[in-house]
């Protein structure tokens, strides 16, 4: 582990079978939101680290080689024994919006260990993200609460998205618990007009900023306006989506995207954060995640810093 990194992203990889083109055909893509997040930094131009548990398995191997071959640092331990890697079927409209199933309750992304996050790792990176869907259950929730820990007594940023899958948790307060938890050491919060509803819907989101001394979250609304809120203001950037063939990764493109311009923008403490910094971010994220709606599966559709820079200039 000789190579700093601006990002560490902790939580699941998994296997995504999305539709494929004969009927009741599935095609295989790499997922996960974390995973999609380092990857979309990556792509951005930026340094990205992801530390995550797999399965003994093909599978397995097949995604930590999507991550290498996408220039991700690959920090995770042993792959589990106890379980193969994560599998999820996902469902799309003819919207392109999408559903899942998950072949397994317990795949092998939820037995990551608190062992597997190491203080080396947290010396060589600015920012942890993590996400909702590694706390549903297994030794997880204990490994990323110590690791936030870690990263507040080193100065570090945190960011969290809200990923909520109503089929990976037992009912929604035990969501809201296991995030609970970890709110008070997030200083970025990301969360779905789909997903607000367990903090009590939308106007409850500067209470909750409040609550957990939150300075920035961003609000994002599918093809509606995204929001970011920070020091009592609000800011929306409207969305210019066209028809989707898919929206699997694109929540995903936008937040990679977004904490890679904070990041290049100087922001490494939250008192760094200005209008300017923030504003750009956005700016940069929606154009990403727009992108991300016109192809297949979730990386895949992760767009480069180019293709993003072009679209911003089209759309401006």
């Known amino acids: 582990m000789d190579t700093a990194a601006d990002i560490l ?11 494929g ?20 930094f ?16 093909l599978f397995g191997e097949y995604l930590l080689g999507v991550l290498r071959d996408n220039h991700v640092l690959v920090w995770c331990g042993e792959p589990a024994k106890e379980a193969v890697t994560t599998m999820t079927f996902v469902s799309l409209t003819a919207g392109g919006n999408r559903s899942f199933t998950f072949a397994q309750k317990t795949g092998a992304h939820l037995f990551l260990d608190k062992t597997d996050i190491t203080p080396a790792m947290l010396q060589r990176v600015k920012l942890v993200h993590t996400g909702s869907s590694i706390l549903a259950g297994g030794t997880a929730p204990e490994a990323i609460l110590h690791a936030l820990k870690m990263a507040a007594t080193k100065g570090l940023l945190v960011s969290f998205d809200l990923n909520y899958r109503a089929l990976q948790w037992k009912s ?32 409850e989101l500067p209470r909750i900023m409040e609550q957990y001394d939150i300075p920035l979250l961003v609000l994002t609304r599918g093809a509606g306006p995204s929001s970011v809120f920070w020091k009592g203001q609000e800011w929306q950037r409207p969305s ?10 694109a929540g995903d493109a936008f937040w990679g995207t977004f904490l890679y311009t904070l990041l290049s923008a100087g922001v490494q403490k939250r008192e760094d954060l200005c209008e300017a910094c923030i504003t750009g971010a956005l700016r940069y994220g929606v154009a990403a995640g727009e992108l991300a709606i016109l192809k297949p599966g979730a990386i895949p559709s992760l767009p480069l810093k180019t293709e993003v820079e072009e679209a911003l200039a089209l759309y401006e």
Do not use: W
């Not at 210019?240 to 990764?249: H, L, M, Q, W």
């Open 9 to 19: 992203c902790i939580g699941e990889i998994v296997i995504d079978f999305t539709p």
């Open 21 to 40: 083109r004969e009927e009741a055909s599935y095609v295989r893509h790499a997922g996960g939101a974390p995973a999609n997040v380092a990857i979309a």
């Open 42 to 57: 990556s792509r951005m131009g930026g340094r990205a680290a992801f530390c995550g548990k797999v399965g003994d398995d």
């Open 172 to 203: 929604p307060q035990d969501c809201r618990d296991q995030v609970a938890a970890v709110l008070p050491y997030v200083d970025f919060l990301k969360v779905s007009n789909e997903e607000s509803f367990l903090f009590g819907g939308d106007q």
């Open 240 to 249: 210019v989506r066209k028809n989707a063939v898919d929206t699997t990764g």
